[in-house]
């Protein structure tokens, strides 16, 4: 395609009369003999490396030599109108020459990022303070950078259209599940979805079976660079997706999330009885309501020293509604304090736990005991990270109330029976791993490391 020509649907491609964004830079090539454009996007541009681009070409002996012996590590060449727009749209540079009929799409993307810093969801108290970004090159930099390992394949997608997003499927080869990773590689080079404006989330919603009704999370997430790096080295593969600063753990079994970062930063025994701490309150949140409510229905039937769990003061509101109330009320007091500025944050908290918990009893709506029970659960629901495994606890704490409501004991146990029941039946993406791995199909050895850090081997 000649110069003129390419440049002319480039720009009309582009609509560079109508975006202030978009740079249109000409200049005078090869010592001034021949014409030449960069075009860039404002705001994503290394100024110093076009400088040097522009510099070069200005000094160029020949036309060729400014497109196809450009001095940059990241640079190719192209005719592809469709091609070069895309570039220019995801900062990249495209420099074209009169007389040459490709043009050079050089790397000189550098974009604002914050700095790299902790998780505030995945704190540790020993090991590394640094956390993925919203950029997808820093981000695999971050992992080579902890598994240096030839092994290690990084495999780039461009998925959405008109989006444009980058993914990088990342694997070692020769540990990760082929067949998963044939399938993930099918799934995003041949997805049709217009954009993934929010990202990670909906890009878990295109790769993973359908199943709204199961609320049990198939995708576990992690903003840990160290993290991922030792998944990858398990045979998990990570999905790293642009502009956000999670990344995506697969194939997902509902024992995985028993495990944090913090357990193998201290020694196994700690670790051990911190892993089963948490597990421990953390199904507390699940029975602990349903439980105290069949209970107090039936406190004629359990034996005396049982008998502080009946209600002592009455209230206005019926048990089950303060239990529902609550409930909801909990989730309004998260809402709000992700609105709230920080420096208001803590005080809101302390306000809505205590004051109005407090004001609730003293005005008769709800019992103490209540409150205490749903402080209790509250507390627990936060032993682990993961918010959708939170609320996939939370909607079968609702259900398992409503069923004692409804059928007393026998509603109690079918709510539990139904509780395994959506954990077993939950799909994950590659649908040959059992969501219950390592306890479907049963293998003692990694069951056994799911509860317990033990302690590492030379070999390991």
Known sequence: MQYREMTA????????????????????????????VFYSLSGSLDSEMAEKMMTFAMTCRRAEDCVFNVPHPDVSQSDDVAALADAVL????????????KAAVIDCKSYSLRAVSEPENDRVLRGPRDGFSESLVRNTALIRRRLRDPALVMERFTVGDPSGTDVALCYVEGKASAKLVDTLRD???????????????????????????????????????????????????????????????????????LQETDDFYLPPL?????????????????????L???????????????????????AAIPLLMQLLLAEFMIDGLK???????????????????????DYAVEAGWFSSQT?????????ASFTQQSYELGYAFKFLRILLLLAVELF???????????????????????????????????????LMRMFFRVRLKKED
């Open 9 to 36: 649907a480039l720009e009309a491609t582009l609509r560079l009369e109508k975006s202030f964004d978009l740079q249109k830079r000409p200049f005078r090539a090869v010592n001034g003999s021949v014409e030449a």
């Open 90 to 101: 995801t900062g990249r540079a495209v420099m074209a020459v009169e007389g040459v009929e």
């Open 187 to 257: 799934k995003l080079s041949g997805m049709k979805i217009r954009a993934l404006n929010m990202t990670q989330e909906s890009l878990a919603e295109a790769i993973i079976p359908r199943g709204w009704y199961n609320p049990f999370p198939k995708v576990r997430f992690t903003e840990r660079p160290d993290a991922a790096a030792a998944m990858l080295e398990e045979g998990s593969v990570i999905l790293v997706c642009d502009n956000t600063p999670q990344v995506m753990i697969l194939p997902t079994a509902i024992f995985d999330f």
């Open 270 to 290: 700690i670790g051990s009885y911190l892993r089963l701490t948490r597990m421990g309150i953390f199904l507390l949140s699940l029975i602990l309501t349903p």
């Open 292 to 314: 105290w409510y069949y209970c107090v229905k039936n406190i004629g039937t359990l034996p005396p020293w049982l008998g502080f769990l009946d209600v002592k003061e009455p």
């Open 335 to 357: 809402l709000a304090s992700l609105n709230t500025p920080n420096m208001l944050n803590n005080s809101l908290s302390v306000v809505g736990g205590l004051i109005l918990g």
């Open 371 to 379: 409150i205490l029970y749903m402080a209790i659960v509250a507390i």
């Open 408 to 446: 007393g004991l026998w509603g109690l146990i079918g709510g539990l029976i139904l509780t395994v029941v959506a954990i077993a039946g939950n799909r994950t993406v590659e649908g040959s791993r059992s969501y219950l791995y390592p306890l479907i199909p049963f293998h003692g050895k990694a």
